[in-house]
């Protein structure tokens, strides 16, 4: 899967979910194609999965970039890692893969090689790079952070926690623009690094009604997320081609919490923009007729099997 002259930037939603393990929501991760480019933001469980259902091969990734050190977004990259390095049809890395990430990215990429270095020893064949089994940490700071090939992300700061230090990315390439909120309370640094972008990838988080008076979910969870109503005046403010939701957050009462459905009605109720739910393994295109989306899942049922993965 590449892109092409018509579509300049091409989105996968690899992992909307949370984290709640969820066969139909994977750990957040998106995939962002570019001028030839592989970029992966955030790697949450499954990501690997994903990448292969999509035919992209775990070592074609180009660079990894973390919102932050949460789980459910990095639980996914020990597998892109270990298994990019090796040299069968789904690996083939031949370089080290360049991680970005907030103050920590160092210890963080430390531990991940201290953890596999068995698994490099043992694997230590002439066919493979000694430079493939590297992580390169690159820590993030307000400001562009990646250039290449007429690709350029910029990392802006967002609020999650208190004690978090979370980063969202804004990717420009050939005069298209697509930002992604990674996980955050309502900030207008979103909305300074988003406006007039193509395409607004943001988070949302919706709690049962039940569950107001809830302490832990009312002060705790939601006060680092975003709310439906939330959302919909950051996306009135940025007025973005299109709006998706990722990193769904259905807060329950009961076994069951707020459907997505109840989340776009909440939203829509104010913003009167185009705004959908983004699904693991939906597609983005970001071109010059617009952005439209839609389902790997159906392309991959008409790829040919032998078709070789990028």
């Known amino acids: 899967m590449t892109t092409h002259d018509s579509t300049p930037i091409s989105v996968t939603l690899l992992g909307t979910g949370t984290p709640q393990p969820d066969i139909e929501r994977f750990g957040p991760a998106t995939l962002i194609q570019a001028a030839g480019l592989n ?35 990095t639980a996914g990259l020990p597998d892109v890692y270990a298994s990019g390095y ?45 430079d493939a089994t590297k992580l390169e940490p690159r820590e993030v700071a307000e400001g562009i952070v990646y250039e290449q090939a007429g690709v350029t992300v910029t990392a802006f700061g967002t609020y999650h926690h208190d004690f978090a230090r979370t980063y969202g990315y804004r990717i420009d390439y050939a005069g298209y623009s697509v930002v992604l909120s990674g996980d955050t309370a309502a900030d207008p640094r979103v909305i300074d690094a988003a406006v007039g972008c193509d395409l607004l990838i943001h988070e949302v988080a919706a709690i049962d009604g039940s569950m107001s008076d809830n ?96």
């Open 86 to 130: 090796i040299p069968g049809p789904f690996g083939k890395r031949q370089k080290a893969l360049t991680v970005y990430g907030p103050e920590g990215i160092e210890e963080f990429t430390e531990g991940l090689m201290l953890a596999f270095r068995g698994d490099m020893r043992e694997r230590a064949i002439k066919s493979i790079s000694p």
């Open 215 to 310: 302490v832990f979910f009312r002060d705790v969870v939601m006060r680092g997320h975003t709310s439906p109503e939330e959302a919909a005046h950051v996306f009135e403010a940025v007025q973005p081609k299109l709006a998706v939701f990722t990193h769904i957050v259905q807060l329950p009462g009961g076994h069951v919490g707020p459907s997505v459905q109840s989340i776009l009605d909440r939203t829509s109720a104010i913003y009167g923009g185009s705004v959908i739910a983004g699904r693991d393994l939906m597609i983005l295109e970001v071109g010059s007729e617009g952005v439209f989306a839609s389902d790997a899942k159906q392309r991959l049922s008409v790829t040919s099997e032998e078709e070789e993965p990028i």
């Open 39 to 73: 970029l992966l933001f955030d790697a949450g469980r499954g990501a690997s999965l994903r990448l292969t259902q999509v035919g992209c091969r775990l070592g074609a990734i180009d660079a990894v970039f973390l919102t932050h050190f949460h789980s459910d977004h």
